[in-house]
């Protein structure tokens, strides 16, 4: 791992705006942890980690993400619900304020960069309000060495400061948090939040507007690991459908489990330095990999622990999205650097809370750009309340929140790279079998993970194949490991009626979600979409 310690360069945030912050520049992970131990703003874990609590949020806020609408953005953008525009005029005087509340403070800053391929690199400056945020930081972005810090000149900056809170009426904020892109300065601007994410994502959605823009590639919300004959496997899903659990295959390298990009020269890279992995349930036994990984270096987001400081990952009393971010030298298995060639096989992942989908089934080329495009997944709605009704999610290109552009210049980008390296497209159901959420069970760990397995190692090729009815998926018959009768949901429901019902709705969710998408899409992709 690359450790800092011999750094002695020191940094002025005048420039910027931060008068008479006292800096703490390109701090190691152990001085942070220290850091946030002596500001009282976190305690250790058993295993050595640092456990934290990000505040009022523990989650992303969408509808607090902006984008400043101006010559660079206006006519590229896809301005919406999800891409909300922002005044450049407001921009500016937001910032002002945000870098003179963070005036006189004890400021921690770190160069660090994005995008693992040399030509694609982007240099990241994060300036900090707290330790752990720079923290998150150098575990999640990639880190430079010594010899890369001494002429460092960034490329984006990202401003982040929890503790500042914007006052709607004045600012043009929704309301005290915010999350704005400015393409034009290259400030990610990040006020009233202390939820980490935000400083991944923000990179990631600025990443997912200049790479298709300028260069040429294909940025992808998915994991990505490579086998033994460097086959690389890539995994879609929107969150909690899998792509860190699955990505975590002790017999594949893994090159990073959330964001990448796929160049016109036939590579995939990782983005990022770390990951980021929910810890809901965690257990060695089903996760052993992110188990180990969390140790001293790693950062437990809103978890429960005991006086000892062992943790309960059963508990979700802050929320169900506990989080651990570690860099990725934390797993024993990994690709370095992390790039790969082109993918022989994609999975897209979902948590069908329905039961419906079946738990592996083969894409045809039309139905790969329909289901990327339609980017299927379910959620359960607050259980607290006594409403266990599974709610159908559809987020374009499995990451539309992160999408600056129209979802279907990814999709189409996606579709022809998927046909030029003629890769095997594969839908896995991580979700429900044997019913809906309340009736049926999610889909066993060690199930889903043979069937993949499996599937990479071309196990799949050879054996008989059956047609769902309404959807029109090819499901295989047999996976050695894996019970038959769970291969075909409608087997797994006691009542095949109620079964076929679902199917409909879910299909009608489908067909109503499409609509939008309808006037781009050409026959082949049509003839993607649910048979019935
Ligand atoms: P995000 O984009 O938010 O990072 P993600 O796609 O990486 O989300 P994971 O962190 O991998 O999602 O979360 C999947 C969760 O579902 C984990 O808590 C995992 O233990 C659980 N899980 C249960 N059954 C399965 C299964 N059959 N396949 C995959 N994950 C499962
Ligand atoms: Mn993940």
């Known amino acids: 791992m690359v450790d800092n310690t011999q750094i002695t360069k020191t940094i002025s945030l005048e420039n910027y705006g931060i008068k008479g912050a006292k800096v703490h520049y390109q701090l190691t992970s152990k001085e942070l942890q220290e850091e946030t131990l002596r500001l009282k703003q976190g305690v250790e874990s058993s295993s050595g980690a640092l456990a934290i609590n990000t505040g009022e949020f523990t989650g992303r806020s969408p509808k607090d993400r902006f984008i400043v609408k101006d010559e660079v953005t206006k006519d590229k953008v896809w301005w919406g619900d999800i891409n909300l525009p922002f005044d450049p005029e407001k921009f500016d005087k937001l910032y002002n304020k945000v870098v003179d509340y963070l005036g006189g403070k004890e400021i921690y ?22 330790p752990w945020s720079n923290m998150f930081a150098y575990n999640m972005f990639l880190r430079p060495d010594v010899s890369e810090i001494e002429n460092f000149k960034e490329d984006w900056l990202v401003v982040n400061a ?67 004959s460097g086959d690389t496997a890539i995994f879609f899903g929107l969150s909690g459908t899998g792509k860190t659990t699955l990505s975590a295959d002790p ?21 990022e330095g770390g990951c980021y992995a929910k810890v809901i349930n965690l257990t060695e036994e089903n996760e052993p990999e992110i188990y180990h990984a969390i140790k001293p270096g790693a950062i437990l987001e809103n978890v429960i622990m005991d006086k000892k400081g062992v943790v309960d990952f059963e508990d979700v009393s802050i929320t169900q999205n506990t989080r ?59 259980t607290e309340a006594g409403v266990d009704e599974p709610v159908p999610s559809f987020s ?60 990479l190692e071309g196990k799949l090729e050879d054996v008989e194949f059956e047609k769902h ?10 996976c050695d490991g894996v019970p038959s009768e769970i291969l075909n949901p409608k087997n797994t429901w006691k009542d095949k009626e109620s079964y076929d019902l679902k199917a409909k709705q879910l299909s009608e969710f489908f067909r109503k979600n499409f609509r939008k998408f309808e006037e781009y899409a050409n026959d082949e992709i049509m003839q993607g979409a649910p048979v019935e």
């Not at 704005?180 to 994410?197: P, R, V």
């Not at 039309?366 to 379910?378: E, L, P, R």
């Open 162 to 228: 929890p503790g500042f809170k914007a006052d709607p009426e004045t600012d043009g904020t929704r309301q005290e948090n915010f999350a704005i892109l400015n393409f034009s300065k290259k400030i990610a601007l990040i006020g009233g939040t202390g939820y980490t994410g935000e400083i991944k994502k923000g990179i990631f959605s600025a990443l997912n507007f200049i790479l298709p823009v300028y260069k040429n590639t294909l940025p992808m919300h998915c994991s990505a690991n490579v086998g033994e």
């Open 396 to 455: 374009a290109c499995f990451g539309a929140p992160f999408m600056p552009l129209h979802p279907t210049k990814y999709a189409e980008m996606l579709s022809r790279k998927m046909k030029a390296s003629n890769v095997n497209v594969w839908l896995v159901n991580t979700g429900w079998t044997g019913g809906p959420y309340g009736t049926g069970s999610r889909m066993k760990l060690k199930y889903t993970r043979k069937m993949i397995s499996d599937a």
């Open 251 to 271: 017999d594949r390298r893994l090159i990073g489990d959330d964001e990448h990009g796929w160049t016109a020269e036939d590579t995939i890279f990782n983005f």
């Open 109 to 130: 800053a770190r160069d660090a960069y994005a995008c693992a391929e040399e030509s694609y690199r982007l240099n990241i400056r994060v300036i900090n309000e707290y």
């Open 324 to 382: 651990v971010s570690y860099p990725l030298e934390h797993i024993d298995n990994t690709q370095q650097p992390s790039i790969g060639e082109n993918p022989k096989n994609i999975f897209f992942l979902t948590a069908d809370a329905f039961g419906v989908l079946p738990p592996i089934s083969k894409l045809t080329p039309g139905q790969a750009a329909y289901h990327f495009i339609s980017g299927y997944t379910a959620k359960v709605a607050g």
């Open 469 to 478: 009815e309404i959807f029109g998926l090819q499901m295989p018959k047999t």
